[in-house]
């Protein structure tokens, strides 16, 4: 029967080691301190969880940021692509008016039988047209002028054909329709952010 007097009995002690001695002070010891330093470790690990979570948060919303302003960019590179597509087809289609026109005028030039004043009248629209907005670039006034006093090249006499007719104009639609190729490339490296070595 327990004697309640004796507390000493009341609690379970581990048995008593062949040495002599109470080995289980010893094992105490070595509890105490390892069980403040699991708790340490516990705490650091919480704290660095935390620092942790913060970190990838952060990172979020950088990675958000990056997002919207990557398509914001992209958004306004495409705006600015298909309005530099729209010019540039602008441009083309005012060019083929310019052959047009440059075929009547030369075929006109060619014919003896169309008049001298229309012919005049003929380059005086070119020259009015190509002043406009989707040439205006080009600044394509004294490269008419050109065509207009030495491109004297004429086809056979009963040529039907009015691309036989002209020589100086041909190099001149091909030089612009390489300027304007040009021009296209230079703007969609602007767009870019991109800068040709010179």
Not at 124 to 148: C, G, Q, S, V, W
Request: proline residues 2%; glycine residues 4%; positive net charge.
């Amino acid at each position: 029967m327990n004697n309640l007097n004796d507390p000493q009995d009341w609690n379970i002690r581990p048995e008593r080691q062949g040495d002599g001695g109470d080995s289980s002070k010893w094992n105490y010891a070595l509890l105490v301190p390892m069980l403040g330093l699991a708790a340490f470790r516990w705490i650091w690990s919480k704290l660095f969880q935390k620092e942790d979570l913060d970190l990838e948060r952060q990172e979020c919303r950088n990675i958000k940021l990056e997002c919207k302003t990557l398509k914001y960019k992209i958004s306004r590179f495409h705006e600015a692509l298909k309005k530099g597509k729209e010019q540039e087809q602008g441009a083309l289609n005012a060019l083929t008016v310019v052959e047009k026109l440059l075929m009547q005028r030369q075929q006109a030039f060619c014919s003896h039988f169309v008049y001298h004043s229309w012919r005049e009248q003929l380059e005086r629209d070119l020259m009015a047209y190509t002043a406009k907005h989707p040439l205006a670039h080009l600044k394509m006034e004294n490269d008419l002028r050109d065509i207009f006093n030495n491109d004297q090249s004429c086809a056979e006499y009963l040529n039907t054909d009015q691309r036989k007719n002209g020589s100086l104009m041909w190099l001149y639609l091909r030089y612009w329709r390489l300027q304007l190729a040009l021009q296209t490339h230079q703007r969609a490296e602007a767009i870019l952010g991109i800068q040709t070595k010179k």
